[in-house]
Structure formats: structure tokens, C-alpha cells
């Protein structure tokens, strides 16, 4: 799968543990032969703050694939909404 495939790692919450867990899956699906994978971004449930979307977006910089992606019931997340 890895050489003709990616792997989405799901949706994911707007919170400190699933920003930290998607550095550790990311580097796990690497190591299991599935480079081009990734996750939402500042998360996919709840809604996020200033501070943690842009503590996940430098860090997405360097995922091998990511989108900044919610549902419809959260707050909108691009760095520009914030107004901090």
C-alpha cells in the first residue's frame, strides 16, 4: 500500500493529546511502509484556539500531508479568524 497509497490517520480533536499523537502516528505509518499520510490540522472536532492552531500549523508544515479540515458544528480555524 505504501508505494501506490496514502493513509488518512482520521479524525481527530481540536485538543493538546491528538496534536501530540499525530506527530507519533505520522512517524509510526512511516515506519510501517505508508510515507504519504497525515491529519486535520488544528483538528477535525471541537473547537480549537489561537495558540494551538498555530502551534499545529508549523508543525504541519513538516507533516508529508495535511489539510486544515473541521466539521460543520465547529468554529472556523484558518489563522486569520483569530483575533488575538
Known sequence: MGKYGSRW?????????????SITGIMMMGMFGIPFNGVDICGFGGNTNAELCARWTVVGA?????????DYS???QEPYVFKD
Do not use: C, M, Q
Not at 490517520?9 to 499523537?21: I, V
Not at 508529508?64 to 473541521?70: I, S
Open 9 to 21: 490517520l482520521g479524525d481527530n480533536s481540536a485538543d493538546l493529546d491528538h496534536f501530540e499523537t
Open 74 to 76: 465547529s468554529i472556523s
Open 62 to 70: 513538516f507533516y508529508p500531508f495535511t489539510r486544515n479540515h473541521n
